[in-house]
């Protein structure tokens, strides 16, 4: 008798085993070459496989498609395109993550963060820098032990891999608890990273790399009989790990006693090398700005600190005189000028850190409309032809540490009263960031480089029955949350 009771027990067992490893999976490509291999070995894994191709010839409407998302466990989307989605995928993207959908977007390229922001926030990282460009290396993986790196598939626990990343660059927002599974072996950017949402949340995935040829499978790595064809199957699986996103602390400049402060130098020539100084805008000054920050410190002041984002806005300049000295005079307008940061974690000491020592950070910016015009002196004979000029950048022009290599940004940080203000506060100089702005012709250029005082502080939190009310609503999220495919709660 007993011996069928615990044939019966492990038939069950197998049942159920069987029931959390097999899922609903949508595959979706940008062009027609699909997914290839990978569409069997998942198959063959016991999943449910629909593939959908030219979804970007389709006018991303299956993306955009709120209903049709929520009949997966998970979505696989290869954005090889180099277009950024629509606001109205990115929208049903956030939605179905939101109620529980696992996001994996595979073929991230930097001209997809360049063109929408939204996609890059979508995917927990750092807008990478405007001209980081990297020879393919070999890849390692993580040794943080979750589903992924070890799963039903096999244990991927720091092995490396001869497989390359590509040359376009990913960068994890890890103050944010984005998980980089797999990174370059020499350090520095990224090839997979990884979001747990909290609560009943899903989770969204980036896999950087391609296939640029349409009509072949979209991903090579998923199907490699290796290390990521692993990876990709125990993601597939599904799971649970205790590396959950993190929700930062929003500071405002509106919040801090002292105003923030920026004055941009301008220069014929790369200031870097041998260009001349020609003139100065200074004590531009903000609307507003927002910096969202993760950190801890002790009771020294000691521990770290991220800046999961910052954007702030300057106010209008219009028809301001700058002062060339024997060079003349020229006038300047500088309208919707918006500057953009962020950084993985840094350490502090004493309340003071310096951003450059993160192992990544960016910064720059990400929209003005300028304009030069009636100049006056010898700078009138310098640059005839040129002038007037109007230069609009409206998509991110950033940088990070491969583009500001002497770049100076201290900075302090504090939780409560004792710096600048009675609030939780952080402070950031910027000591000379070099942009480059526009061609004059004849192998002239112009070039920007900012230097300021920024500070944000504390808003205040809302009042104590809310925050009661919300960390109810998010223990009910965390009891309600399911990630087995015979649990799982799907959108709508």
């Known amino acids: 008798m007993k011996r069928w009771v615990t044939m019966a027990l492990a038939v069950c067992l197998l049942t159920q085993s069987s029931r959390a490893t097999s899922r609903d999976i949508l595959l979706i490509d940008d062009f027609s070459g699909g997914f290839g291999p990978a569409v069997g070995l998942l198959s063959g894994a016991g999943h449910n496989v629909t593939q959908i191709i030219?979804?970007?010839?389709?006018?991303?409407?299956?993306?955009?498609?709120?209903?049709?998302?929520?009949?997966?466990?998970?979505?696989?989307?290869?954005?090889?395109?180099?277009?950024?989605?629509?606001?109205?995928?990115?929208?049903?993207?956030?939605?179905?993550?939101?109620?529980?959908?696992?996001?994996?977007?595979?073929?991230?390229?930097?001209?997809?963060?360049?063109?929408?922001?939204?996609?890059?926030?979508?995917?927990?990282?750092?807008?990478?820098?405007?001209?980081?460009?990297?020879?393919?290396?070999?890849?390692v993986v993580t040794t943080i032990d979750n589903f992924i790196t070890h799963g039903p598939f096999g244990d991927y626990r720091g092995t490396a891999s001869a497989h390359s990343n590509s040359y376009d660059q990913v960068f994890a927002n890890t103050g944010l608890g984005a998980v980089s599974l797999v990174r370059s072996a020499a350090g520095g950017s990224d090839k997979i990273v990884y979001?747990?949402?909290?609560?009943?949340?899903?989770?969204?995935?980036?896999?950087?790399?391609?296939?640029?040829?349409?009509?072949?499978?979209?991903?090579?790595?998923?199907?490699?009989?290796?290390?990521?064809?692993?990876?990709?199957?125990?993601?597939?699986?599904?799971?649970?790990?205790?590396?959950t996103e993190v929700t930062p602390t929003v500071y405002s400049m509106n919040e801090h006693p002292v105003a923030s402060t920026l004055s941009i130098d301008v220069y014929l020539g790369?200031?870097?090398?041998?260009?001349?100084?020609?003139?100065?805008?200074?004590?531009?000054?903000?609307?507003?700005?927002?910096?969202?920050?993760?950190?801890?410190?002790?009771?020294?002041?000691?521990?770290?600190?991220?800046?999961?984002?910052?954007?702030?806005?300057?106010?209008?300049?219009?028809?301001?005189?700058?002062?060339?000295?024997?060079?003349?005079?020229?006038?300047?307008?500088?309208?919707?000028?918006?500057?953009?940061?962020?950084?993985?974690?840094?350490?502090?000491?004493?309340?003071?850190?310096?951003?450059?020592?993160?192992?990544?950070?960016?910064?720059?910016?990400?929209?003005?409309?300028?304009?030069?015009?009636?100049?006056?002196?010898p700078i009138a004979t310098l640059l005839s032809g040129s002038l007037p000029l109007d230069i609009v950048i409206q998509d991110p022009f950033l940088g990070g540490?491969?583009?500001?290599?002497?770049?100076?940004?201290?900075?302090?940080?504090?939780?409560?009263p004792g710096l600048l203000s009675d609030k939780a506060e952080y402070n950031l100089g910027v000591d000379g960031i070099p942009l480059y702005l526009t061609s004059l012709g004849n192998g002239a250029s112009l070039y920007l480089k900012v230097r300021g005082d920024l500070h944000f502080a504390a808003v205040?939190?809302?009042?104590?029955?809310?925050?009661?009310?919300?960390?109810?609503v998010a223990l009910l999220a965390g009891v309600l949350r399911r990630h087995g495919a015979s649990s799982k709660r799907r959108p709508g």
């Open 270 to 377: 790369d200031p870097e090398v041998d260009g001349a100084l020609l003139g100065s805008i200074n004590n531009l000054t903000f609307s507003h700005g927002e910096a969202k920050l993760v950190g801890h410190l002790d009771a020294g002041g000691n521990g770290q600190v991220a800046m999961t984002e910052m954007t702030a806005q300057v106010n209008d300049v219009l028809n301001r005189k700058v002062d060339l000295d024997i060079l003349g005079s020229i006038r300047v307008d500088l309208e919707n000028l918006a500057i953009y940061g962020g950084s993985r974690p840094t350490n502090v000491a004493g309340h003071a850190f310096e951003v450059g020592q993160a192992d990544y950070y960016t910064l720059g910016l990400l929209s003005v409309t300028a304009s030069l015009h009636d100049p006056t002196g």
């Open 460 to 472: 205040p939190e809302p009042a104590g029955p809310v925050l009661a009310g919300t960390g109810l």
């Open 195 to 243: 979001t747990d949402l909290p609560g009943a949340g899903g989770s969204v995935g980036i896999w950087q790399g391609r296939n640029g040829f349409l009509a072949q499978p979209a991903q090579p790595d998923f199907y490699d009989a290796d290390v990521f064809q692993g990876l990709f199957l125990n993601w597939a699986a599904g799971g649970t790990t205790a590396h």
């Open 54 to 139: 030219n979804e970007q010839a389709a006018g991303y409407t299956h993306l955009s498609d709120a209903a049709l998302l929520a009949n997966y466990d998970m979505v696989v989307y290869s954005a090889r395109g180099n277009v950024a989605p629509s606001a109205a995928a990115l929208a049903a993207f956030d939605g179905y993550v939101a109620a529980g959908g696992d996001v994996l977007v595979t073929g991230v390229t930097e001209s997809i963060g360049g063109s929408n922001l939204d996609a890059f926030r979508f995917g927990r990282l750092l807008l990478p820098e405007f001209s980081y460009f990297e020879p393919p290396t070999p890849q």
């Open 401 to 416: 540490k491969s583009d500001f290599p002497d770049a100076v940004l201290p900075g302090s940080f504090d939780l409560g």
